[in-house]
C-alpha cells in the first residue's frame, strides 16, 4: 500500500491570521475536522499503523494551502520488527486550480532514513535528497500536474456531488500519476456499533490502482477507508490510533495449501498446478509461464510453467520491447548511478552474451548479500552499500545491475511455495526479477535461482501496491 491511495483523503484546519480576499478553492470549502485526522491502520484485522492528515491555509502564508500527511507502519518481520515513519508536506496556491509549490518528504526507520525537498520551478520540479552519511544530490524531474484540489480530491468531489480528475506527485518516486475521485451513494452503516448516515467516495491513483473507498459523515468526517478487503483504515482517537498490535506479517499473510505439492513443481523445467478462488479477473494476465482456464464456483486453475530460455546468443545492449520502461534509471533503481554501473560491469567482466551476463549477476547479488528478513533499503545504492536485506533488497539491486549492462529487467511480486518450522505447506509473499534476453526469464536471486522454478505464481510487478486486495482473499483449494 502507497501513500498516494490516501492522500487525497485529508483534513484541514483554519488558520488565525485573516483569510485574503479573492477566489478561494473548493478544496478549503468542504467541511472536515479542523483538528486533522488519526485513522488505525488494520491488516487482515490486526493494527499494523496509523495514519493523520490535516490540510488548510498556511499559517505563514494564508493565500497558499498547506497539506501535511503521516504514516507510520510496524509489523514483525521473521524474527525482528519493522517499523517505517514517512512524512509529506505540501504546499499550493489557495486560489482554484492553484498549482502545488513545494513538497517535503521525511522518512524514518525501515528502509532507510531520507528527506526530499521539492520545488517547483519554471523548467521542472527542483528536487535536494539528502540521506545520513551520503553526499546531497539535486534531481530535476518533469513540472506537476498536481493542483490544491487534489490535496482533497475526495471532499472536494463530495462537495461538488461530482467525479473530480486530477494528478498526484508521488515522493518515493517523483513520478506524476492521474488521480480520480468518484461519489457513491449515500447510506446508513454501522460504525463503531452505532448508525451512522455516509457519503461514499471513491479515489484511485494510475499508479496504486487500488481503490480507496472511503465514508464521510455530514461533517465531513473521514470514518472509514477501505482499501480492498483485507486493508482498512478507520478513524480514532490519537491515542487509540498509535496503540498498535503485535503482529508477524508473513504468517498472518500467507496462503495455506490444502496438502503438499508435487515433488516435480521443484527444479527446470517444473510445472505447478493451482486451483484458486478469490482471483479477479483482472490479475489473471496470461504469459509464457503462466496460463489460467476458469472453472465453475469462481474458480481458477492456474498452470506455471518454468523452463530455460531458448534465444539465448542474444548481445548487449539488449533493445527493450516496451520502449524503455525496462531500462531507465529512476530513484529507486539507481542504474545511471556511477557505483552501479562500476559494479555491474566488474560483475559481467566484458561478458557480451545477455542470458551469461544476467545469470552472473543474479549468482553475484545472492552470494553477497546477507539474508536479513526486514532489513529493508527503497534505493539501490543504499542496497549495494548494506549488503543485506531480504527479496525485496536483492530484487531492487538486480534490476540496477541488470539494466546498468543494458538488460532490460523488472521486479515481479507474486507468492513462493515454502515450508517453514511449523511444516504447513503455503505460499508466502515474495519478489522475484524478470529479464529480457529475447524473451522474458524469470530468475530469482534470493534464491539462487537461474530460472525461478514453478513453485513462483507470479501477481504483479515492480513493488506496486495493485495486488494488495488479494492479500487475504486469495484461497488455494487444490494443488497438483
Not at 521525511?106 to 521542472?124: F, H, I, V
Not at 518454468?306 to 542504474?335: F, H, R
Not at 561478458?351 to 549468482?363: F, Q, V
Amino acid at each position: 500500500m502507497g501513500v498516494t491511495a490516501v492522500t487525497p483523503v485529508a483534513a484541514a484546519v483554519p488558520s488565525a491570521a485573516p483569510v485574503p480576499a479573492g477566489p478561494t478553492s473548493d478544496v478549503l470549502k468542504a467541511p472536515r475536522p479542523a483538528e486533522g485526522e488519526y485513522l488505525g491502520l488494520y491488516l487482515m484485522g490486526k493494527k499494523v499503523g496509523y495514519m493523520f492528515q490535516k490540510t488548510g491555509r498556511s499559517a505563514a502564508n494564508p493565500q497558499q494551502v498547506e497539506q501535511v500527511t503521516e504514516v507510520m507502519f510496524r509489523a514483525g518481520v521473521g524474527d525482528r520488527v519493522s517499523q517505517r515513519y514517512q512524512k509529506e508536506t505540501k504546499t499550493y496556491e489557495a486560489k482554484p486550480g492553484g498549482r502545488m509549490i513545494k513538497f517535503v518528504s521525511e522518512k524514518k526507520g525501515d528502509g532507510g532514513d531520507e528527506r526530499l525537498e521539492a520545488t517547483e520551478t519554471p523548467t521542472g520540479v527542483r528536487v535536494l535528497r539528502s540521506r545520513p552519511g551520503q553526499p546531497n544530490e539535486v534531481l530535476t524531474v518533469k513540472p506537476s500536474k498536481e493542483t490544491v484540489e487534489d490535496a482533497d480530491q475526495a471532499r472536494v468531489a463530495l462537495l461538488r456531488g461530482t467525479e473530480v480528475q486530477g494528478w498526484v506527485t508521488d515522493a518515493t518516486d517523483l513520478e506524476t500519476y492521474k488521480l480520480s475521485s468518484t461519489v457513491g451513494p449515500k447510506s446508513t452503516r454501522m460504525m463503531g456499533g452505532v448508525e451512522v448516515k455516509v457519503a461514499q467516495v471513491t479515489t484511485v491513483s494510475d499508479k496504486e490502482k487500488v481503490p480507496a473507498e472511503a465514508w464521510v459523515d455530514d461533517k465531513g468526517r473521514m470514518l472509514e477507508i477501505d482499501f480492498g478487503a483485507t486493508m482498512k483504515a478507520i478513524a480514532e482517537p490519537k491515542e487509540k490510533a498509535q496503540r498498535l498490535d503485535q503482529v508477524e506479517v508473513f504468517g498472518l499473510t500467507r496462503v495455506v495449501l490444502p496438502k503438499m505439492p508435487p515433488a516435480t513443481v521443484k527444479g527446470i523445467p517444473s510445472t505447478m498446478k493451482l486451483v484458486v478462488k478469490g482471483f479477479p479477473e483482472k490479475y489473471r494476465k496470461p504469459s509464457a509461464r503462466q496460463r489460467y482456464t476458469a472453472l465453475s464456483d469462481e474458480r481458477v486453475e492456474v498452470t506455471i510453467t518454468a523452463t530455460a530460455p531458448k534465444a539465448t546468443g542474444v548481445t548487449l545492449p539488449v533493445a527493450d520491447p516496451n520502449d524503455g520502461a525496462n531500462v531507465k534509471s529512476t530513484l529507486a533503481i539507481e542504474a545511471a548511478n556511477a557505483d552501479i554501473q562500476a559494479t555491474a560491469k566488474e560483475i559481467v567482466r566484458g561478458e557480451k552474451e545477455a542470458w551469461a551476463a544476467a545469470r552472473k549477476i543474479n549468482a553475484w547479488v545472492n552470494a553477497k548479500l546477507v539474508k536479513e528478513y526486514g532489513a529493508s533499503a527503497d534505493r539501490s545504492t543504499d542496497v549495494l552499500r548494506q549488503k543485506k536485506g531480504d527479496c525485496t533488497e536483492h530484487s531492487l539491486l538486480s534490476v540496477a545491475l541488470l539494466r546498468a549492462v543494458g538488460i532490460p529487467s523488472k521486479r515481479v511480486d507474486g507468492v513462493v511455495f515454502l515450508v517453514n518450522e511449523d511444516k504447513v505447506p503455503a505460499l508466502y509473499w515474495h519478489e522475484w526479477v524478470e529479464v529480457y534476453v529475447g524473451e522474458w526469464v524469470a530468475m530469482d536471486p534470493t534464491f539462487n535461482q537461474e530460472v525461478a522454478d514453478a513453485t513462483h505464481f507470479a501477481l504483479g510487478e515492480d513493488g506496486n501496491a495493485e495486488i494488495t486486495p488479494l492479500i487475504g482473499s486469495l484461497k488455494v483449494v487444490d494443488v497438483k
